[in-house]
């Protein structure tokens, strides 16, 4: 059971927007910056959204990030077949002095 | 460029010793705590635990906590995630990853780059 809840599965079509949910609480989401990590298929985990909305060099702007609350999402637009991935949410829990992630959405295009 | 580079695929027995490591380049490697990440065959991500390259101050979460050692030599700029008796559950990919802690304008805590996993396999 992972801290943090996002759907199991999502899907679209090449083109369409898809989001991704992230729910937590007000001792995590509520009060700490969301990250997203995106985990291609037989790869390791890559940062994709940083500090709630921040794309790292590199990350194309079809993805964003926003933050609301307790809950975070995660957005991809002109969805691409490249897109498929695994991807997780993450925070910074204070009392376990470590993060903790989402139990990741397994995205098909 | 800022990397981290994991050793090699093991196969090991129950109850027997292992070293897996992880090694930056590319930064100052005691900058940044260094952190361990389990992934189990199919399953999510698993907080293990994190250390600080420039002291070795560690943090465990309490589901590991006992049962792997994380260590690091600053003077080759490698992290190590040790056991010393495997379980067939320790079966999984695990993950080094450098920890960004900022305090700025964008705020937080998040991992940056990760290594490309090292494979455990633990069978009789």
């Known amino acids: 059971q992972s801290v943090l809840t996002q759907p199991p599965s999502a899907s679209g079509t090449p083109g369409q927007r898809v989001t991704i949910s992230c729910s937590g609480s007000s001792s995590n989401i509520g009060i700490k910056t969301v990250n997203w990590y995106q985990q291609l298929p037989g790869t390791a985990p890559k940062l994709l959204i940083y500090s709630n909305n921040q794309r790292p060099s590199g990350v194309p702007d079809r993805f964003s990030g926003s933050k609301s609350g307790a809950s975070a999402s995660l957005a991809i637009s002109g969805l691409q077949s490249d897109d498929e991935a695994d991807y997780y949410c993450?925070?910074?829990?204070?009392?376990?002095?470590?993060?903790?992630f989402g139990g990741g959405t397994k995205l098909t295009v | 460029e800022v990397q981290l580079v994991q050793s090699g695929a093991e196969v090991k027995k129950p109850g027997e010793s292992l070293r897996i490591s992880c090694k930056g380049s590319?930064?100052?490697?005691?900058?940044?705590?260094i952190t361990w990440v389990r992934q189990m065959p199919g399953k999510g991500l698993e907080w293990m635990g994190r250390?600080?390259?420039?002291?070795?101050?560690?943090n465990y979460s309490p589901s590991f906590q006992g049962h792997v050692t994380i260590s690091a030599d600053k003077s080759i700029g490698t992290a190590y995630l040790q056991w010393s008796s495997l379980r067939a559950s320790d079966t999984a990919m695990y993950h080094c990853?450098?920890?960004?802690?900022?305090?700025?304008?964008?705020?937080?805590?998040?991992?940056?780059?990760w290594g490309q996993g090292t494979l455990v396999t633990v069978s009789s």
């Open positions: 990853a450098r920890l960004i802690d900022s305090s700025g304008y964008y705020w937080g805590r998040w991992f940056d780059p």
């Open positions: 590319g930064y100052s490697f005691t900058n940044y705590w």
């Open positions: 993450a925070t910074w829990d204070d009392s376990l002095n470590g993060p903790v």
């Open positions: 250390i600080d390259p420039s002291d070795s101050h560690t």
